[in-house]
Structure formats: C-alpha cells, structure tokens
C-alpha cells in the first residue's frame, strides 16, 4: 500500500491523497500548474482540493504577489491533523450504524 492508498484510507479523497502526498514530498510552496503536473491532480481541481485540505489543517495557502501557492503543514501537525479527521469520521461511522440498527430494531 502506497501513502496516498494509506491517506484514503483514512478517509481522503483520491484527490486529496494525491495532492497531500505531492506537498509533503516538496521542499516548498508550488502554484497549481506546478501541484497539477506533479501530483496528477486535474489543474481545474487543484484550487478545490487545496483549499479542502487547508480547512483540515494539512496545507496553507499564500497568494501575496502572484500565482496563489500552497505547502503541508509541518509532519507532526500534519499527523495530528490526521489523527483528528479519522476520529471525526470514525465517529460519524458508528453514530450511523448505531442509529441503522435503532431503526432495524436492533436495540430495544
């Protein structure tokens, strides 16, 4: 199993795996032609994909002057960040199955 096999399946996108293991592998910012042809992430995705990954802590974005760019968040942020989102999905994971079996009369 690859990381971006690993990332999925904790609950990222293909997508999202794709990229963040294109970020993590960098040695710094990069625009979205540059994460695009490198991650092979569709460039029309890249900025939906980015901004996705930011609102989970795993990457930042800049555009001060120029093309807006995007690097990973620190290693151990980005394991926290992680660990956060899978719990998250866990979570959600069992209150569905709890409430699946509620209403199958599971528990009575």
Known sequence: MNAADTLRS????????????????????????????????????????????????????????????WWAAEWPTTCRQLRKHLEANLAEQVQAVAELAYTCGGFR
């Open 10 to 69: 904790v609950g990222l996108t293909r997508y999202q795996a794709m990229l963040l293991v294109c970020l993590v592998e960098r040695d710094g910012p990069a625009t979205s032609a540059t994460l695009a042809a490198e991650s092979g992430v569709p460039r029309t995705s890249v900025y939906t994909v980015a901004d996705s990954l930011g609102d989970m802590g795993l990457c930042s974005q800049a555009a001060l002057t120029g093309p807006a760019q």
